[in-house]
């Protein structure tokens, strides 16, 4: 089987993967904004990237037992979007939202989501030209 270039299915699981921390990381700030005068709320945010750069080429240990913890790091494609507390410090008088902090970092989000799905649209339209054999 072919596993490198056009046909390597990391490249699009990662994409996948992006999106759907950018879709969390969305409803999170969403969620954020709408709470910005909830008294006592705490603001979340979505740890992504942080994880990505903890990971790294996958090297496994052998496990004898179903029950032993695993050997090694996490493999890219395994990592998954996390909500955590923000903890930025901030008191805006009722809560810790930051709603200039939450704005940029939609936009900011917004952006990324939208490369995420353009890449992984080109990606799968180059598989269909590979498929069909035809460019449009």
Same mark, same amino acid.
Not at 45 to 61: D, M, Y
């Given at each position: 089987m072919i596993r490198t270039?056009? $046909?390597d299915q990391n490249h699009l699981a990662s994409l996948k993967s992006a999106v759907q921390a950018y879709a969390q990381r969305h409803e999170v700030t969403a969620q954020n904004i709408a709470n910005v005068e909830t008294a006592g709320y =705490? +603001?979340? =945010? !979505? =740890? $992504? %990237?942080?994880?990505? +750069?903890?990971?790294?080429?996958?090297? %496994?240990?052998?496990?004898?037992? *179903? #029950?032993?913890?695993a050997i *090694?790091?996490?493999?890219?494609? #395994? !990592?998954?979007?996390?909500? +955590?507390?923000? /903890? /930025?410090g901030y008191d805006n008088g009722v809560n810790d939202v930051n709603i200039d902090q939450e704005m940029a970092d939609l936009a900011t989000n917004d952006l990324s989501y939208r490369l995420a799905t353009r890449l992984l649209s080109m990606r799968y339209g180059m598989l269909q030209? +590979?498929?069909? *054999?035809? !460019?449009?």
């Open positions: 270039g056009l $046909f =705490k +603001a979340q =945010k !979505v =740890k $992504f %990237e942080e994880l990505l +750069a903890g990971s790294g080429p996958h090297i %496994e240990g052998y496990r004898t037992d *179903g #029950d032993h913890l *090694g790091r996490r493999s890219p494609l #395994d !990592v998954r979007p996390e909500s +955590a507390a923000r /903890n /930025n030209t +590979a498929i069909t *054999g035809r !460019v449009r």
